[in-house]
């Protein structure tokens, strides 16, 4: 069975234009820019930031159709989600669905900076998008 007691990888945060917003996490918070890469897969260029032991990952849509786009549109720009790091993602999966959790996605997905990567229903969460998260390095 999986660890259960796992760590807080990182927060997402949408945002309709990064360069826009880097000049207040920078500059202003102090954070420093970890890298950016696209993810055409999910329809998001993306922006990692140091923030102690966790990161915050910033979240531009690349097209009117990404999820994210559709996010800011109906709700703006914000925390999108809560990432969980976790050591064995199918078992963590496996587990909380055999707890009646709804998931997004039933199997792992590639995330960013090699990441595998899993959404957990917001309905199953009291309205909080969550995102299982296993990183080679972990």
């Known amino acids: 069975m999986a ?9 997402g945060i949408a945002v309709t234009s990064i360069k826009d917003v880097l000049p207040f996490y920078v500059g202003s918070l102090k954070l420093k820019l970890l890298g950016m890469e ?12 140091e923030i102690g032991e966790s990161k915050i990952e910033l979240l531009e849509p690349l097209s009117e159709e990404s999820p994210i786009a559709k996010f ?17 993602i199918e ?10 959790v709804q998931m997004i996605n039933d199997e792992p997905v590639p995330g960013a900076r090699g990441a595998q ?3 957990l ?8 998008l969550y995102e299982f998260c296993e990183k080679k390095e972990q």
Not at 3 to 11: G, Q, R, T
Not at 91 to 100: L, M, P, S, T
Not at 121 to 128: E, Y
């Open 121 to 128: 229903h917001p309905r199953s969460a009291r309205g909080v």
């Open 91 to 100: 078992e963590r999966i496996q587990e909380v669905k055999e707890n009646g």
């Open 72 to 88: 800011i549109q109906k709700r703006g720009e914000g925390i999108h989600h809560i990432a969980i790091g976790v050591k064995s």
């Open 38 to 49: 696209d993810l055409p897969s999910q329809g998001v260029k993306i922006a990692f930031l």
């Open 3 to 11: 660890e259960k007691s796992n760590k807080l990888d990182h927060i």
């Open 117 to 119: 990567v899993a959404f």
